[in-house]
T-cell receptor, first 111, second 115 residues
Framework: GIQVEQSPPDLILQEGANSTLRCNFSDSVNNLQWFHQNPWGQLINLFYIPSGTKQNGRLSATTVATERYSLLYISSSQTTDSGVYFCAVTPSQGGSEKLVFGKGTKLTVNP | DAGVIQSPRHEVTEMGQEVTLRCKPISGHDYLFWYRQTMMRGLELLIYFNNNVPIDDSGMPEDRFSAKMPNASFSTLKIQPSEPRDSAVYFC?????????????FGPGTRLTVT
C-alpha cells in the first residue's frame, strides 16, 4: 500500500520562529489533508490540498503532486501551535476512499 | 453545522464487557469512516460506509468488532467482548464526495480504556 513519511518527527521552536514540515508519499493521490492534533486529542482540519498552494493566516501549504510531496509552513509560531501535525492521503489507485496517515510531526513551541 | 458528533467521549470498562461507540455524521454527508489511534499503530482505518453500506472493512481487527449504519445520521461501532488491547481513541469522520473535494471531517473521538 501507499507509504506516507513525515519529517521531522519532532521539532522544538521558540515562539516567533518559522518552520517547515514535510510529507512524502509513494504513489499518486486523490486527497491530501493536513491536520493538527491539539493537546486535547482533537483532529483539526488545516488544509485539503491534493495539489497547489493554499494559505490560511500564518499557515500555508504546498503540494507538488508530480513529485509526491507536500509542505506545511508555519510562520511566527505561537505556543498554541504546539501539538502533532499529521499528513494523510487517499491513494488514486485501489478504489478505497480511506485516509492513510503518516506518523506525524510533534511540534513544541516554547514561550 | 454541529460537526461530527461522537459519544461517549470517554469510556472505561472491564475486560469482557460489551462496548458501543456512537457517531452522528455531518448532515448531508454520504461517507462515514471509523478510525482508531494507538501509540503503536498510529491512526488507521477500521471500516467505512457509503450511503449506509459498508464498503471497506479490511481494517476491522477481528470478529469481536462490528459496525453498523442503520440510517444516514447514525452509526455504531461495537466491541464484544472487549480486551485491554482495544484501549485506544476511536474517531469517526464523514465526508461528501463530489467532483471537487474528498475532504474528511473528524469528530472529537472516544477514548476507550479497557481494564
Amino acid at each position: 500500500g501507499i507509504q506516507v513519511e513525515q519529517s521531522p518527527p519532532d521539532l522544538i521552536l521558540q515562539e516567533g520562529a518559522n518552520s517547515t514540515l514535510r510529507c512524502n508519499f509513494s504513489d499518486s493521490v486523490n486527497n491530501l489533508q493536513w491536520f493538527h492534533q491539539n493537546p486535547w486529542g482533537q483532529l483539526i482540519n488545516l488544509f485539503y490540498i491534493p495539489s497547489g498552494t493554499k494559505q490560511n493566516g500564518r499557515l500555508s501549504a504546498t503540494t507538488v503532486a508530480t513529485e509526491r510531496y507536500s509542505l506545511l509552513y508555519i510562520s511566527s509560531s505561537q505556543t498554541t501551535d504546539s501539538g502533532v501535525y499529521f499528513c494523510a492521503v487517499t491513494p488514486s489507485q485501489g478504489g478505497s476512499e480511506k485516509l492513510v496517515f503518516g506518523k506525524g510531526t510533534k511540534l513544541t513551541v516554547n514561550p | 453545522d454541529a460537526g461530527v458528533i461522537q459519544s461517549p467521549r470517554h469510556e472505561v470498562t472491564e475486560m469482557g464487557q460489551e462496548v458501543t461507540l456512537r457517531c452522528k455524521p455531518i448532515s448531508g454527508h454520504d461517507y462515514l469512516f471509523w478510525y482508531r489511534q494507538t501509540m503503536m499503530r498510529g491512526l488507521e482505518l477500521l471500516i467505512y460506509f457509503n450511503n449506509n453500506v459498508p464498503i471497506d472493512d479490511s481494517g476491522m481487527p477481528e470478529d469481536r468488532f462490528s459496525a453498523k449504519m442503520p440510517n444516514a445520521s447514525f452509526s455504531t461501532l461495537k466491541i464484544q467482548p472487549s480486551e485491554p488491547r482495544d484501549s485506544a481513541v476511536y474517531f469517526c469522520a464523514s465526508s461528501f464526495l463530489d467532483s471537487a473535494t474528498y475532504e474528511q471531517y473528524f469528530g472529537p473521538g472516544t477514548r476507550l480504556t479497557v481494564t
